[in-house]
């Protein structure tokens, strides 16, 4: 991992809408220069704080968009839940924080046998390299 991966990096809330009853799709752009390499299924820490409160959960990367630095994903509002209930209430313009990857189900659960190779994946100013299934 590295550092970029393991520190809180700030974002903010593009927008926060209603998709099925009780399930928001959040949409958040990056707000430092760090990659934002995300595919589906990558795992990240949200943490949101206000004042004096503040909570982090793991949150699964629905779709991202590496050129325009944002990131989304659908999650289910717990009614008596302490974190998505304020999460359902943020507009957009709103800051969140975010670490990761921190997990990759697909890749290590499901594929966890898969060759790979790396491959260079250009973003701007910040190439990261990535590793990619290699097919037999
Ligand atoms: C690897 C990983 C990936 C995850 N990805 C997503 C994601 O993409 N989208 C998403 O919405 N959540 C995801 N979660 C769950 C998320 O991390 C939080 O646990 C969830 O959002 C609950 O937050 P909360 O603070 O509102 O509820 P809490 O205050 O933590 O929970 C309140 C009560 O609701 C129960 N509860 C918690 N979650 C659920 C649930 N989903 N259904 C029914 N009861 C529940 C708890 O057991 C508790 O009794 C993921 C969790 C993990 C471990």
Redesign the pocket.
Known sequence: MTDWQTIYRSCTVVENREIARGSRWIKLHADDEHPVPYEPGH?LSLRMTQGEWQ?R????ITWADADERTFN????V?P??????KLALLEAGAKLEFSGVH?N?IRHEVNAGARHCRHRHGHGRWPALWLLPLRA
């Open positions: 795992v909570m959960h793991a949150y699964t994903i659908i999650y289910r717990i008596n839940g302490r974190m998505t209930p997990h189900p």
